[in-house]
T-cell receptor, first 113, second 109 residues
Framework: TAGITQAPTSQILAAGRSMTLRCTQD?????MYWYRQDLGLGLRLIHY???????GKGEVPDGYSVSRANTDDFPLTLASAVPSQTSVYFC????????????FGPGTRLTVL | GQNIDQPTEMTATEGAIVQINCTYQ??????LFWYQQHAGEAPTFLSY????GLEEKGRFSSFLSRSKGYSYLLLKELQMKDSASYLC??????????FGAGTTVTVRA
């Protein structure tokens, strides 16, 4: 079972360019999440989706957008990248019960120059 | 807002026991998770506590005191492969997770 896949694995991007990070899960989970992980700050929630067709803002949503057209896919778009968006990005998915564990993808390492 | 605190680093010897503490102040509480994250990899689920007390899973145990806003992860019989970051995360009223910054555990021979 693939679980959650993310693409690309890593990317170097010029400031001002746009970029879409892809995330696909095959566990039929209703909820999906995007986090960024920075040294000393831990995982911070960017956007989330509790079910297909709905999205919500997390702790650090500015500069990012998401869509959830179907259950499996949850792409994250940077419309105009800035150096402060250099980070490791993790996608996760879970059921929607209170004890449901979040399962994480392998991550995308993004460098904005 | 959410406030979750855990030590930045801990070092222990192979075969020893290490206890990683986590204190939290959050708006609502629906449970506390511990994740393990090896360098360059994704976090993986270790444990979940929602009631006070100790949950044991092999060499790893997790404790929760809701009244004190406190949890710990206990790693016993440490092995070199246990060298990793350990993340404390709290599920709040909206079921989203808030993470601590993580504790890096280094196991020495």
């Amino acid at each position: 079972t693939a679980g959650i896949t993310q693409a690309p694995t890593s990317q170097i991007l010029a400031a001002g360019r746009s970029m879409t990070l892809r995330c696909t899960q095959d566990m039929r989970h209703n909820a999906m999440y995007w986090y960024r992980q920075d040294l000393g700050l831990g995982l911070r929630l960017i956007h989330y989706s509790n079910t297909a067709g709905t999205t919500g803002k997390g702790e650090v949503p500015d500069g990012y957008s998401v869509s959830r057209a179907n259950t499996d896919d949850f792409p994250l778009t940077l419309a105009s990248a800035v150096p402060s968006q250099t980070s490791v990005y993790f996608c996760a998915s879970s059921g929607t019960g209170e004890a449901d564990t979040q399962y994480f993808g392998p991550g995308t390492r993004l460098t904005v120059l | 807002g959410q406030n979750i605190d855990q030590p930045t680093e801990m070092t222990a010897t192979e075969g020893a026991i290490v206890q990683i503490n986590c204190t939290y102040q959050t708006s609502g509480f629906n449970g506390l998770f511990w994740y393990q994250q090896h360098a360059g990899e994704a976090p993986t689920f270790l444990s979940y506590n929602v009631l006070d007390g100790l949950e044991e899973k092999g060499r790893f145990s997790s404790f929760l005191s809701r009244s004190k806003g406190y949890s710990y992860l206990l790693l016993k019989e440490l092995q070199m492969k246990d060298s990793a970051s350990y993340l404390c995360a709290v599920s709040s009223n909206d079921y989203k997770l808030s993470f601590g910054a993580g504790t890096t555990v280094t196991v020495r021979a």
